[in-house]
């Protein structure tokens, strides 16, 4: 019996113990984990019951290792208690701390547990320096700010936001979000125009006040703000206050808010309206998987807690835990751990920290929010984040998703109606301030006709001119109201490098005194070292203003081409030409007077024999010409002294006569004087245009170089003037030499009353000089501008109303508008009355330029001079060839020639009256005598271009 008991009860006991421990997990080993949670952090209660329930959700699932999860909170505005609660988590031999707060709390808890090697896992982390110095052994579960400052940028693009404003909290999280911000906009290839970057304490009202009014003052209307979660309302509240909250702007937050929405407001359904539209990044939560949606269930149903409660806080806080508890499986697998004895008073370390961070930078879960895998560094290896927008009735919404790096998509386009934006616009705004919103300026002004004109009216000192009335265009259509304001002395400024400060309108602009400089401005380098400038609104430059002779008295200005002595040399060029016209006329045998010469000594007059004139041109049907004697007497070639004049007098004037010249020669002496005339007409006609363009009249300087190298004029330039600084800064050293010889003048008005007085040039502004002194008739410009620039408006550096003001400027400028203004108030009276006359000297054309033309005179009269000796040796040998000559030589026939053609002279000299012929001396011959001799001698004689007269 005893035995068969026994061996019952050692069947039944075993079994016995196997069924007590049904359902219950025999664990081997237990080690405890700290949560350490500030005490004001928004989700501290979801915090509190979660510590618990990842407890027990671990040891459900887990055999061999036990999780203690100890729960402490700390107090969030004393540095002493956050060390004090981490050194007693320590102290509680603890192997890891899990926490879900910033970067400042991270680092300070780093700071203790590193040197004692107990790893610490960072939720919430996102310094990208948290692993700087002694601080190896931190587990970061969120990317750094890298990543999300990337996203913001993509989102930045996206909506073609270029210009913007950060504002961040003082904290570790806010300063360095806006640091990263800042540096990864500033390499970026896209032109961003961060206008304003400020942080605020948000625990000094005033301060975040201040911030914000800044922000305003930029007109900026995209604002990134980085703050934490308990921060947004009050940012937010004062923001609405202030106006920064309506229609057209835009609030990008980042996941401080995005993942604490609930600071945002008291509860579901009760958030301001004016939150509705805020743009956010949230981290990316896998929500639609089967572990997400197990957790949801049975964590907010064992905490009894509404959706809202599962915060990316919440949700990777039970993921660090269960990465804990993980690694702790591995970690004890192959090894025995004992509990750390740590005391964090002494420095005591736990020898096996390192190893258990290792396994803990090498595990791999299957999170709830998302999956860990980590990089060697301890960061994770995916990175995805959620682009949210705030809607009713006061959540987040996704509206695109980033996954890293820069992969940015879209749920909707950019103008879906899904996304809402502030003051419930449905489509996207511009991201630009497109007014001032009645905001009140202090302009810089100062008399200076035509741009700004003092006057006094009614109310007091009353502004007119181009600059007053484009600032009144200017406010209304950028809605802003302004008051003018006046420096004391009355100047544009200038720099005084001993004081190093400046006068005049920039002095008051750069200290503060005044908001924009809204004058005629010329752009200098000097000048936009100290203040930025708009747009151009008017071109200009440098120019000479000279008295000359008035155009009106000058009733001769069509002589003002040429020089006298080249006019005279004209008129007797149309005597000389046509003397020898009449010339050549009378000696050429093949001329008119040739051949009625040569017809008289062949031929009885009246009845000699009918010939005909053989020409192949001519038909035979053609009845028979006369007697070519009577055909010469009838002719109207005849070319005597006066048509000689007549024919070179009328080609002077590109005109023609009805007698022309036959002989070859007469021909080309004609051509020539035509082709001379040609010339001259030419030139003249150049000439005379251009005076009457220029109608510089009496002036003998052509450009302001002139002024170095003579005495009859002086010079002047406006003392401490843009003009002069401009001449003493260039390159040209003759520019310079120029304000060195110049009269330095007080006043425009005293450089005009010298110009007035005569023999004085005035070097100044070009429109100054227009407005002021063209009115004149006998005042001109001289050798065009100098140098050129631009006038502009003048900002201080990096002001917010540069861009709006541009803006609106070029539009002006491209409608005409400035151009307008200037011919409301441009003074100049009508100067078209105001004919040329004489020019100087200098302007007139003179022999020494024209004396080529003369030497083409001559020399195509000295070809027609040969041309006249080879006709007449052509007609010598063509009388030897007639058939009825008798056997003469050569010579001979051209002594005949010669002396025939003297005894015609002779005869018709003495016909004039101007010669008595006396009776031949004995043995002499008589005119009878040789008339019957060259009758007998030339039978034939060959008077004209193949004419035969027999």
Known sequence: ??????????????????????????????????????????????????????????????????????????????????VDTTCWMADQSVVTVVSPDGSNQIATMADILSPINVPLISVRGTDPNLRSGLRNNIIQLSPDDSFQAAAIIDLLKYYHWMDLSIVSSDTLYGVNGANTLQKLLASQSTNFNLKLADGFKASRTPELVNTLLR??????????????????????????????????????????????????????GNYPSYLTGLIGIYPAIQSETDLFREFQDTYLKYADLPNTALSPAVLGSFDAIQMAGSALVNFTRSTNVAEPQINCSDQGKWSRGDEFFEVLRNVQVKGVASDIALNPDGTPQKVNYQIVNFIEPGYFSPIGVWRGPQKLGMFYDREGNAVRFLGNLRHHPFGIANTLGGRHLRLGVTHNPPFAIKKECETGICWDGICPDAVRELAAILNFSFDFVEPDDGLFGTYDDKKETWSGLIGLLLRGEIDMITMDVSVSFERENFIDFSVSFMDSGISLAVKGESG??????????????????????????????????????????????????????????????????????????KCLLDDIEDSKEMLSMHNAFWLIGAGSVSQGTEVMPRSMSGRFILFTWW?????????????????????????????????????QYKWGILNQSFVEALLKSNIDKDYQRLVDGAEMLNSFEEGEARV?????????????????????????????????????????????????????????????????????????????????????????????????IFFFLCIGTSISLVLLVLEIIVATFNDGQQKASPDTSFRTRLKNRIFMKREELRNSWAAAGRLSVSAPANGGRNYDQLNIEAQIRTDMINVEDETVIT
């Open 1 to 82: 019996m005893t035995l068969l008991l026994s061996l019952l009860l050692a069947v039944l006991l075993p079994l016995h113990n196997t069924m007590l421990n049904y359902g219950r997990t025999v664990y081997t080993e237990s080690f405890k984990i700290g949560f350490m949670v500030s005490d004001q952090n928004v989700h501290i209660e979801p915090l509190r019951k979660l510590a618990s329930f990842a407890e027990d959700f671990f040891n459900t699932n887990s055999t061999t290792v036990k999780l203690d999860v100890v729960f402490k909170t700390y107090d969030a505005y004393s540095l002493y208690g956050l």
């Open 215 to 268: 922000v305003k003052e930029s007109l900026t209307r995209v604002i990134v703000l980085i703050c934490e979660g308990r921060y947004g309302a009050k940012v937010f509240r004062e923001a609405e206050r202030i106006g920064l909250m309506g229609s057209g702007y835009v609030w990008i937050v980042t996941d401080g808010i995005t993942s604490n929405s609930a600071a945002l407001g008291s509860s579901v």
């Open 552 to 625: 009106k008295k000058n009733l001769f200005f069509f002589l003002s081409p040429f020089t006298s002595e080249v006019w005279l040399l004209i008129a007797l060029s149309i005597v000389i030409m046509a003397l020898i016209q009449r010339f050549f006329c009378r000696l050429s045998p093949y001329g008119s007077h040739g051949r009625k010469a040569f017809a008289k000594r062949c031929c009885e007059c009246r009845s000699c024999r009918k010939t005909r004139i053989s020409n192949t041109s001519q038909a035979e049907s053609e009845p028979p010409v």
């Open 675 to 711: 082709f001379f005339i040609m010339l001259i007409t030419c030139m003249y006609s150049a000439n005379l245009t251009a005076f009457m363009t220029l109608d510089k009249i009496g002036i003998s300087i052509d450009h302001a170089k002139d002024l170095l190298d003579q005495t």
């Open 756 to 852: 007035q007085e005569g023999q004085f040039v005035l070097i100044d502004e070009t429109p100054f000089i227009s407005y002021n002194l063209m009115g004149e008739c006998n005042i001109f410009y001289v050798g065009g501008e100098l140098q050129t620039f631009d006038y502009a408006f003048g900002f201080p550096k990096n002001s917010p109303y540069a861009a709006l003001i541009n803006t609106q400027m070029i539009k002006l400028r491209e409608h005409g508008f400035f151009d307008n203004l200037w011919k409301k108030y441009d003074k100049t009276p009508d100067t078209s009355k105001c004919t040329s006359g004489d020019p100087g000297q200098k302007d007139m054309l003179k022999l020494g330029t024209l004396k080529g």
